[in-house]
């Protein structure tokens, strides 16, 4: 016992040590079998094909390889992370693999990296998973009551699609003793039930026999069908029809038209009357025969019930019976075969295709894996394939059905940026069939071409004064490459510009090549910008190309003239574009300005050079020219002005009823478009010498600043008045008494004393005129800026002082006398106001009142702003000071506010 145990172990290990051979003899070869069982879930493992092929797992991953088959149905799939070859869904086999003993599924594996195809069979092994089954569940058979015992009748077989052990294996019957059950042995080995007449039958007795059929296969657990069978006695006929032949054969083409009769059965009965009506029908046949033919049960005509098609079955068997209207009958075999015609074209299947090469791909290289194939059989199935003309491509056989298309020479992208490769097949039938694949393939590009510019140098114009940011000029480059080979970027070459990186100045748009300007320019500044662009594409490494690009920048008129002379006014002055003459005395805050002061004599001839006003613009070309015209004088008429050189002259002679001071106003235009200006002032004084020019500018008063609210104003000047009377009032009872008070205790002079007393420094001389002046005229000029207030004593040339009355004894002024004798009699020459500085300790009587007034003035806190409060006051014994000193007051108000008609009522009473 343990030594045929041990020879049971032997041949197990061989035998496995075969199947391990044969595997490894198969993968060597490139082929792989394996086999499963049938009805497995999604997913389920067949094989470790990475193992079993050695291949990388690697190479296997990201889409390396997958597992086609030949038939639409894909019932494998590769796990890429594993390599195990897996079912893609349910497999049955009896589906698949119908009267088949052996059933074995296809596909291949194709390996994207190496391309390379395997081809792999798996073997789908039956289970037991249909029971028998019964075309007719509820049969009726009717037997003759003359049949002999010992008769036959065949009975439906059951149909079960499993095989081997699984399939059919045994029939039994039960119900009735005048029937038994035989199972033949047909030479296929099919198992075919009949049933035996066991007893004679008898109509009288029983006219129905009811039976159960039962049919088992061999699984474990066995699988049951069943059919009922009723049987009915009939009366006697005893002669049943015969067929003509045994086995009815015919081949019709696949292409046979639906309805087309293939052949009729023929079967004779001997009998007559109803006996000998013979009928037709198909007692035995497969599913597939009972679809694609129909048998004419009165005639036993067959017809074709659909298209024929020789790829899906080539062969059809079915059993005829011809039966007589006293249920006796024969039966006979139909063969029928089809023959193929040549109605499937060649089928191409893309298995693996590049979409992209490039462009440097050496000869030979793989860019598609084909499946080739047709359907049909003999010459009709084979199949030549070949390529479009001029593509630099060429057909090689891979393995049986497979061909690969390589490159056939060097590509060049320039020239072809892809192709559309057409692979045609055609097979060997009459006529012959045609079909055709197309592969789309594009070249990608190597960087080969550098960028080149639309122009060899660009240049462009600018004005000045550019908004920044402005568009100056666009540059283009193209670049023959492809893809990032040929996107162009653009930027700017190193440089500088006045010292300042040139990047300050303008850039250029990365993308569009668009330059732009970062500033203002200005003309004056910079007249040209030269600059280089260059242009680079994407490749690796990159490929550039540079361009002078050069930038004029164009003049505009932007700067007005500009006035040298006369020269512009201190502080406030006009608006720009403008300017104005300053007169040689004014006040510090700039109340009082005069424009340029020029003097002409009464004399002068017409055409006498006066003035000349010089301007300049610093803009160039035609906005750089000048022109001047008089556009307002005091006098139209009187005196005219040079076109281009601004000369001002006079038009005619001056008469005696012309003014003496005129003002002109000129103005400087240039030629630009619009035309900018500027304006310049004149004051001209018609005087034969510089005193008289002196007088006649001393008379003039600066104007009132503007005010707001009139009765605002008149309100608060009136309470300052009330409030400042009343102080001077106080302050002059006071001074007043301690004059009487000194009166009392020292002797009044004599008048002789008293003109001799008095200093040389109190004549004055102006143009020959000597005189002694009795009265002391003083100027306070208070401001809101304590710091520029001034008391000045001048005589002659405030014109609204009261003149001091003469006294009795005295002489009238002298007149008339020669002013040489008067300045030797006053070394000095000195003005009032000069001499009353030069002499130390010197103050007029009024002065201290006046300082006082000042000094009150200066703390008071006034809101408003003051431009000038002018104190003019006469000290003589007629007239009282405290009526002078009101009367400056009101003078003094009237230089903070308009002047209203109150005020000169108020002045005029009180001075009368």
């Known amino acids: 016992m343990c030594a045929a145990r041990e020879g049971r172990c032997g041949r197990r290990q061989r035998a496995l040590l075969c199947c391990v051979l044969v595997a490894a003899w198969e993968a060597a070869r490139g082929q792989l079998r394996y086999s499963v069982p049938e009805e497995l879930p999604k997913g389920s493992f067949v094989g470790d094909v990475a193992k079993d092929l050695a291949l990388e797992l690697a190479a296997l991953g990201a889409g390396g390889a997958r597992v086609v088959s030949p038939g639409r149905a894909q019932y494998f799939a590769l796990h890429a992370s594993s390599g195990h070859l897996v079912t893609a869904e349910r497999i049955d086999r009896e589906q698949l693999c119908r009267l088949l003993e052996k059933c074995v599924l296809r596909c291949e594996l194709i390996v994207e990296g190496e391309m390379k195809v395997y081809a792999i069979e798996v073997e789908i092994t039956d289970i037991n998973d249909n029971a028998p089954t019964f075309k007719e569940l509820q049969v009726e058979e009717r037997m003759n009551e003359l049949t002999a015992p010992g008769t036959r009748f065949p009975l439906s077989k059951a149909h079960d699609p499993d095989v081997g052990v699984n399939s059919l294996q045994s029939y039994a019957l039960s119900g009735d003793e005048h029937f038994s059950l035989s199972v033949q042995a047909g030479a296929d080995g099919e198992k075919r039930p009949e049933l035996v007449l066991a007893k004679a039958l008898d109509r009288e007795e029983a006219a129905f026999h009811e039976l159960l059929l039962r049919a088992s296969d061999g699984g474990d657990p066995a699988r049951t069908g069943t059919a009922r069978i009723r049987v009915a006695v009939l009366d006697a006929n005893d002669n049943a029809p015969a067929f003509s032949q045994a086995v009815y054969t015919v081949r019709v083409p696949e292409d046979v038209p639906v309805g087309s009769t293939l052949l009729t059965i023929t079967a004779t009965d001997p009998d007559d009357g109803t006996n000998a009506d013979v009928k037709y029908s198909v007692k ?194 193209w670049d023959a490459d492809w893809g990032q080979n040929a996107r162009v970027r653009y930027r700017l070459r190193e440089g500088r510009l006045r010292g300042a990186p040139l990047s300050s100045y303008v850039s250029v748009q990365a993308e569009t090549g668009a330059l732009y300007a970062l500033r203002s320019f200005d003309y004056e500044e910079v007249r040209e910008v030269e600059l280089w662009v260059r242009a680079e594409d994407g490749g690796a490494p990159p490929l550039s190309s540079n361009v002078s690009v050069r930038l004029l920048i164009a003049d505009e008129n932007d700067n007005a003239p500009q006035v040298l002379y006369p020269p512009a006014a201190p502080g406030p002055g006009p608006g720009p574009g403008s300017g104005a003459g300053v007169g040689a005395w004014g006040s510090a805050s700039g109340a009082w300005s005069w424009a340029g002061v020029e003097l002409a004599p009464r004399s002068a001839e017409p055409g006498a050079l006066v003035a000349k006003v010089v301007a300049v613009d610093a803009d160039a070309g035609q906005n750089a020219w000048l022109s001047y015209e008089l556009a307002k004088a005091t006098e139209p008429g009187l005196f005219r002005v040079g076109l281009h050189s601004g000369e001002v002259r006079t038009a005619r002679s001056p008469l005696a009823r012309d003014a003496a001071r005129h003002s002109l106003v000129v103005v400087v235009k240039d030629r630009g478009r619009p035309a900018l200006s500027a304006t310049a002032t004149l004051t001209v004084v018609l005087a034969e010498s510089v005193a008289e020019l002196l007088s006649e500018l001393g008379s003039a008063a600066a104007p009132a600043e503007p005010a707001g609210s009139l009765t605002r104003w008149l309100v608060l000047a009136v309470a300052a008045v009330s409030c400042l009377f009343l102080a001077f009032l106080l302050l002059l009872l006071a001074l007043r008494l301690r004059r009487w008070r000194r009166s009392r205790l020292l002797p009044p002079p004599s008048a002789g004393a008293a003109l001799r007393g008095v200093p040389a420094s109190h004549f004055v001389g102006i143009d020959g005129v000597r005189a002694f002046l009795r009265s002391y005229s003083h100027d306070v000029s208070l401001t809101a800026d304590s710091r520029k207030s001034q008391l000045r004593c001048a005589g002659g040339s405030c014109c609204d002082t009261l003149p001091a009355r003469p006294p009795p004894d005295e002489a009238a002024p002298l007149r008339g006398e020669d002013a040489a004798a008067h300045r030797a009699a006053e070394p000095d020459g000195l003005p009032v106001s000069a001499a009353t500085a030069a002499a130390p300790g010197f103050l007029p009587p009024f002065s201290l009142l006046a300082r006082l007034s000042l000094s009150l003035f200066t703390l008071f806190p006034i809101t408003f702003p003051l431009s000038s409060l002018c104190i003019r006051t006469d000290v003589c014994c007629s007239r009282p000071s405290f009526t002078v000193l009101f009367l400056s007051l009101l003078d003094g108000i009237s230089h903070w506010v308009p002047r209203p008609p109150i005020f000169s009522c108020v002045q005029v009473i009180i001075m009368w």
């Open 284 to 477: 035995v046949a497969t599913e597939m025969a009972s679809k694609y033919f129909n048998l004419v049960a009165e005639t036993g005509a067959i017809k074709v019930a659909r298209n024929l098609d020789f790829e899906e079955e080539d062969s059809y068997e079915f059993e005829v019976q011809a039966r007589d209207a006293g249920e006796l009958f024969d039966t006979a075999k139909v063969s029928i075969s089809v023959t193929d015609v040549n109605d499937n074209a060649p089928e191409i299947s893309v298995r693996s295709a590049l979409s992209e090469i490039s462009e440097d791909a050496a000869p030979g290289t793989v860019v598609a894996l084909l499946h080739v194939q047709d359907r049909d059989s003999g010459a009709n199935g084979e199949v030549r394939c070949s390529l479009g003309e001029g593509v630099p491509f060429r057909l090689e056989r891979a393995l049986d059905d497979y061909y690969s298309v390589v490159t056939a020479r060097e590509l060049d992208r320039e020239r072809a940026s892809e192709y559309n490769v057409t692979v045609r097949a055609a097979d060997g039938g009459s006529p012959a069939l045609r079909s055709g694949a197309v592969l789309a393939l594009r070249v990608l590009d190597v960087n080969d071409n550098a960028p080149v510019f639309a122009e060899a140098r660009y240049s462009a114009r600018l004005p000045e004064n550019n908004a920044e940011g402005a568009l100056v000029l666009t540059v283009r480059a």
